[in-house]
């Protein structure tokens, strides 16, 4: 799951990366409460790359003109993706703009650092000047250095791009990034360095171990305000197993309405009302995962609780027992998450359920809310669509 500008950012600070002074605006009203002083830059917050060249950054010198600048920024597509956020941060004077990365290379079954004297929007002196150092071994500070070597650095600039390698790593490591990438590593006249823009890219089946990113990847990846193209709602009893449905969604390219995480062993099924305020949602994906006869009776509850005259229940029997994800964070249980938009509307209720208990009696207990029995979440998925 790729974060925003803004998101990576603020993991770069909790390692000590240096990042300019900035503001996320979700609207252009916020323009007019911002605590930076002018000028600043405008950055339309997409996962897209070329965001310059396709005017979605903008240099603004005061109030009036950032409110006008924010207005073409929402309205313009990058790559066909509209900017929920947009990223005020002050302005940084770089005389020299250097590249850094460290990316996981499947092939070589190690992380890979990466790095350019010549960083910036122009890609082909990029990798012209691209240099790279795999970690072969348990990393120490002199894989940073190597790679600021072979990049040509020196003298204090050398030690300061160091760290930053260092730092970076640190994080790459501890939350367990895909990628993690900073361009253009800003240098002042001082031979300062300073995080101008930053990518990062979580594992995605590593999200259950690091509940403190959840709240990053909802905010990255689901759309907080349902339109036509969010048909879909889900209800889960894990986080993990949320996001893997999530997934699945994106990956066909469909939007997310919202969902509910319940507690399986004391759900609040309250909460379930929201989902029928959600705007042109027209199936409410419940998906389940749990032993015994407690994940039967909950879904039963919950297509109960919502009313749907005809469900259909999706029953994964437990053969691909490795596949399935892991239990929430224990911080999470007796908590109910809610995502999502007001607006009445009454949704078709799909409900796939994963459990070892054998599949006959799994028919039998779920025959009152009608059953039809399928074992795969990408074929529940795709009814759902």
Sequence with gaps: MDLLEYQAKELFQEV??????????????????LNIPYPVVLKSQVR???RGKAGGIKFVANTIDAIAASHA???LAISGE??????????????????????LDYQRQRPVLLGSSRGGMNVENLLASLQQVPVDEEFSPFYAR?????????????????????????LFVSKDLDIIEINPLGVNEQGEVMALDGKIAVNDYAIDRHPELIPLTLNCELPYRADANAPVAIVSNQLGLALSTWDLIHQKKSRLAG????????????????LKTLPDLKTILVNLSGNGESV???????????????????????????????????????????YGTEKKISPKIIVRLMSDRPLEQIQTRLSAVNVEVLESLEQAVKLAL
């Excluded at 070597?149 to 640190?170: A, C």
Aim: glycine share 6%; aromatic share 6%; proline share 8%.
């Design 16 to 33: 000590g990366i240096p990042i300019l002074p900035s503001q996320p605006i979700h609207d252009t009203s916020e323009l007019k409460r």
């Design 48 to 50: 897209s790359g070329g």
């Design 259 to 274: 969902w509910i995480v319940l507690d399986e062993i004391n759900p609040e099924l309250n909460p379930l009302d929201y």
């Design 73 to 75: 920024i929402f309205s």
């Design 146 to 170: 190597r790679l600021a070597t072979k990049m040509g650095l020196t003298g204090s600039l050398l030690q300061s791009v160091s760290g930053i390698i260092e730092k970076m790593y640190s």
């Design 296 to 338: 039967e009776s909950l879904a039963i509850k919950i297509v109960e609780y919502l009313g749907n005259p005809a469900p259909t229940v999706f029953i994964d029997r437990g053969q691909n027992r490795d596949m399935r994800p892991t239990r929430a964070n224990p911080s999470t249980q007796g908590r109910t998450a809610i």
């Design 82 to 103: 509209y900017p929920e956020v947009i990223l005020a941060e002050a302005r940084y004077n770089a005389q020299q703009e250097v590249f850094l990365a460290i990316v």
